[in-house]
């Protein structure tokens, strides 16, 4: 299967013309990707910054939408952009807007297909709490944690409770920092700079531990496909850093009890569509569920370079009603693959894409300016093992990867230089040791 949008089928349903992705640089690139096999029309959104970008041009159309006051791009912003450009559907990209229910909501009063979740999905996923209720009422495994935490005395009574060491989470995504805290002396004055931002839960910190993600596909009627594995332990203080799928190091006994309980929570939660449910994996191999994010983020192209399939096109066959058209048995992996985000190490002109066997998810094209630490977005290699793919990742960064500008090599060297990365995946406190948390 290839990663245009003929990948799950013919294309979606013959109504569908013009796409509204809700972004811009990768998402709306990635969508221009499938727009051109599905021989669909794509209106992508830009912004402030985006005065002398090129890679507008690569859309069907693009739509000014300023940046304002909170998140961007504002829901109602989005849906006067997708009647003006006379659109049939929305997709959200990669923004928060696919975790925003007053998105939803606008929506439910209009005739356009949404490549999200619902309303009372995306209600139970931004809250932590409801979240860890259903998943335990269903018998998961869960971080100890506390309710959401209002006041200073409370958290300091729950935190005696969990134990220290402890991450303070904020009871609502998007809400808020995160906050490790070690020490006593440390509770007080991180309770409250953790609650001037709002309630927030305590979690228990589980030392050793992997963050991995399963990622789910569900029609709402058959039985959901879990898509495998994938570990995104590794990153810095800007995002993710290296994505593996599979995840490399957990028995097949781990692999199954997170796929079994990522599709039964999916089902308890009703979250139609896409989405990714993480775990936190600990030294002995339990999973303890941590969250539910719904949506396409920039790392699911390393599980659709697994499985050879197209997570966007299934996203807008669900949206459609044009069915999804894979099933558990065509859900084939193929060697280990790893995902790179890249960074811009300073000023230059992208001046080609060499062809290098790989697959890239840029947020530029050629003729593109750049400054230092702009996002230039994602590559996926691959190889029959991992120490095969960490290899050809290596050695694709000593290559032409990005003429014309400098790349910010620091994270991604310090992992590939890393003994202990070569030996096996890293833990998170040795992830925060090797390039900082």
Same mark, same amino acid.
């Given at each position: 299967m290839s990663e245009g949008g003929r990948a799950l089928g013919d294309p979606p349903r013959s109504e569908l013309r013009r796409l509204l992705v809700a972004d811009r640089g990768a998402a709306a690139l990635r969508a221009r990707r499938w727009g051109e096999a599905a021989r669909v029309e794509i209106v992508a959104l830009i912004a402030d910054e985006d005065g002398d970008a090129l890679w507008p041009d690569d859309v069907d159309f693009a739509v000014y939408v300023p940046r304002g006051e909170g998140p961007w791009p504002a829901p109602d912003r989005v849906l006067a952009a997708a009647y003006d450009a006379g659109c049939d559907a929305i997709h959200?990209?990669?923004t928060a807007l696919g975790r925003t229910t007053a998105m939803v909501e606008l929506l439910s009063a209009s005739a356009l297909a949404w490549a999200g979740a619902g309303h009372h999905a995306l209600g139970v996923c931004s809250d932590r709490s409801v979240t860890r209720s259903i998943a335990e009422e269903i018998g998961l495994q869960v971080v100890p944690a506390s309710l959401p935490i209002l006041d200073e005395a409370q958290g300091q009574v729950w935190t005696a409770r969990v134990g220290l060491p402890v991450r303070l989470r904020p009871a609502k995504d998007g809400g808020g920092a995160r906050r490790v805290v070690r020490e006593p002396a440390e509770v007080g004055p991180a309770l409250q700079a953790a609650l001037a931002d709002g309630p927030v839960i305590i979690e228990r910190l589980v030392l050793g531990a992997r963050e991995i993600e399963v990622p789910v596909l569900w029609d709402?009627?058959?039985?959901?496909?879990?898509?495998?594995?994938?570990?995104?332990?590794?990153?810095?203080?800007?995002?993710?850093?290296?994505?593996?799928?599979?995840?490399?190091?957990?028995?097949?006994?781990?692999?199954?009890?997170?796929?079994?309980?990522?599709?039964?929570?999916?089902?308890?939660?009703?979250?139609?569509?896409?989405?990714?449910?993480?775990?936190?994996?600990?030294p002995d191999g339990r999973p303890y569920l941590l969250q539910v994010i719904p949506g396409l983020s920039p790392w699911h192209a390393v599980t659709e370079a697994l499985f050879a399939i197209d997570l966007f096109d299934a996203q807008l066959r669900l949206a459609t009603g044009d069915g999804l058209r894979i099933e558990a048995t065509d859900l084939?992996?193929?060697?280990?693959?790893?995902?790179?985000?890249?960074?811009?190490?300073?000023?230059?002109?992208?001046?080609?894409?060499?062809?290098?066997?790989?697959?890239?998810?840029?947020?530029?094209?050629?003729?593109?300016?750049?400054?230092?630490?702009?996002?230039?977005?994602?590559?996926?290699?691959?190889?029959?093992?991992?120490?095969?793919?960490?290899?050809?990742?290596?050695?694709?960064?000593?290559?032409?990867?990005?003429?014309?500008?400098?790349?910010?090599?620091?994270?991604?060297?310090?992992?590939?230089?890393?003994?202990?990365?070569? /030996? /096996?995946p890293l833990h998170r406190e040795a992830v925060a040791r090797l390039i900082g948390d």
């Amino acid at each position: 299967m290839s990663e245009g949008g003929r990948a799950l089928g013919d294309p979606p349903r013959s109504e569908l013309r013009r796409l509204l992705v809700a972004d811009r640089g990768a998402a709306a690139l990635r969508a221009r990707r499938w727009g051109e096999a599905a021989r669909v029309e794509i209106v992508a959104l830009i912004a402030d910054e985006d005065g002398d970008a090129l890679w507008p041009d690569d859309v069907d159309f693009a739509v000014y939408v300023p940046r304002g006051e909170g998140p961007w791009p504002a829901p109602d912003r989005v849906l006067a952009a997708a009647y003006d450009a006379g659109c049939d559907a929305i997709h959200p990209g990669f923004t928060a807007l696919g975790r925003t229910t007053a998105m939803v909501e606008l929506l439910s009063a209009s005739a356009l297909a949404w490549a999200g979740a619902g309303h009372h999905a995306l209600g139970v996923c931004s809250d932590r709490s409801v979240t860890r209720s259903i998943a335990e009422e269903i018998g998961l495994q869960v971080v100890p944690a506390s309710l959401p935490i209002l006041d200073e005395a409370q958290g300091q009574v729950w935190t005696a409770r969990v134990g220290l060491p402890v991450r303070l989470r904020p009871a609502k995504d998007g809400g808020g920092a995160r906050r490790v805290v070690r020490e006593p002396a440390e509770v007080g004055p991180a309770l409250q700079a953790a609650l001037a931002d709002g309630p927030v839960i305590i979690e228990r910190l589980v030392l050793g531990a992997r963050e991995i993600e399963v990622p789910v596909l569900w029609d709402g009627v058959a039985a959901p496909l879990t898509l495998g594995d994938r570990d995104l332990t590794v990153h810095d203080t800007a995002g993710r850093v290296v994505v593996e799928a599979p995840a490399p190091g957990l028995s097949d006994k781990t692999r199954e009890q997170m796929a079994q309980a990522a599709a039964a929570l999916v089902k308890a939660i009703q979250l139609r569509g896409l989405c990714a449910v993480r775990f936190l994996v600990a030294p002995d191999g339990r999973p303890y569920l941590l969250q539910v994010i719904p949506g396409l983020s920039p790392w699911h192209a390393v599980t659709e370079a697994l499985f050879a399939i197209d997570l966007f096109d299934a996203q807008l066959r669900l949206a459609t009603g044009d069915g999804l058209r894979i099933e558990a048995t065509d859900l084939v992996p193929a060697g280990h693959h790893v995902w790179m985000r890249l960074r811009a190490e300073g000023e230059g002109e992208l001046l080609e894409l060499p062809d290098m066997e790989l697959r890239r998810d840029m947020a530029l094209v050629v003729g593109d300016l750049v400054s230092a630490g702009d996002e230039l977005g994602a590559v996926v290699v691959g190889a029959p093992t991992r120490q095969a793919a960490i290899v050809r990742a290596r050695a694709s960064l000593d290559g032409p990867l990005t003429p014309g500008v400098p790349l910010d090599r620091r994270a991604l060297d310090q992992v590939f230089d890393s003994v202990a990365f070569w /030996g /096996g995946p890293l833990h998170r406190e040795a992830v925060a040791r090797l390039i900082g948390d």
